[in-house]
């Protein structure tokens, strides 16, 4: 079955340490995203990768860093820069970046920082 | 600049009620529209989307039609069932052209359908 798969489901982290958020896809698509979602509150775009060896910043990147090395591969680090970083954070992949294409959401990874 | 607006949450229905969700944007040109559902615990699905004007997208029962006199992507549903409890957003994406790709999503508005 095509999808995204995002791993862990949830992960603690203690302050002042990085972690790594992984994001697999195996749907064939150009672009990927990460979002982040506090409670209550709509999802905002922390970066996004229109293909591989290239991404830009969103809405909300200070404190975190990705990489594009592989086509089917996204993985986000939360820094120990990133001030509140206790959230759900999602990935997503469309087809690619332009036009109408839709963007096909994973289950998601709830970070929590003790 | 870009925005969607949904009403907020919330909406609390009986079983086999109508549902009526409030969506409208903020966006130059004509954006696409989407709607997605989040049941709990879990990442986003679609749900439904249109494209231009006057579109009408429809899955498991529900509807949105895209108005451009009223900027607005309102969410319908005749008879809503206990399994449709789940958090819904309204999103819409610049239009192409725009070097924006992203999403840019509504706060999300709670249903939850008692039996």
């Known amino acids: 079955d095509g999808g995204i798969t995002q791993s862990p489901k949830y992960l603690f982290r203690k302050e002042g340490q990085n972690v790594t958020l992984s994001c697999e896809q195996n749907?064939?698509?150009?672009?990927m995203y990460w979002y982040r979602q506090d409670p209550g509150q709509g999802l905002r775009l922390i970066y996004y990768?229109?293909?591989?060896?290239?991404?830009q910043k969103g809405d909300i990147a200070e404190g975190y860093s990705v990489s594009r090395e592989k086509k089917e591969s996204f993985p986000l680090t939360v820094t120990s820069a990133q001030k509140n970083p206790t959230a759900f954070y999602l990935c997503?992949?469309?087809?690619?970046?332009?036009?109408?294409?839709?963007?096909?959401f994973g289950p998601g990874t709830r970070l929590t920082v003790l | 600049g870009n925005s969607v607006t949904q009403m907020e949450g919330p909406v609390t229905l009986s079983e086999e009620a109508f549902l009526t969700i409030n969506c409208t944007y903020t966006?130059?040109?004509?954006?696409?529209l989407f709607w997605y559902v989040q049941y709990p615990g879990e990442g986003l699905q679609l749900l439904l989307k249109a494209t231009k004007a006057d579109d009408k997208g429809s899955n498991k029962g529900f509807e949105a039609t895209y108005r451009k006199e009223t900027t607005s992507f309102h969410l319908e549903k005749g008879s809503v069932q206990v399994s449709d409890s789940a958090v819904y957003f309204c999103a819409l994406r610049a239009p192409p052209g725009d070097s924006s790709y992203k999403l840019i999503f509504g706060s999300g508005t709670r249903l939850l359908v008692r039996p």
């Open positions: 966006a130059t040109g004509y954006p696409s």
């Open positions: 997503a992949s469309s087809r690619e970046a332009g036009g109408y294409n839709e963007q096909f």
């Open positions: 990768s229109q293909i591989v060896n290239d991404f």
């Open positions: 749907l064939n698509h150009d672009a």
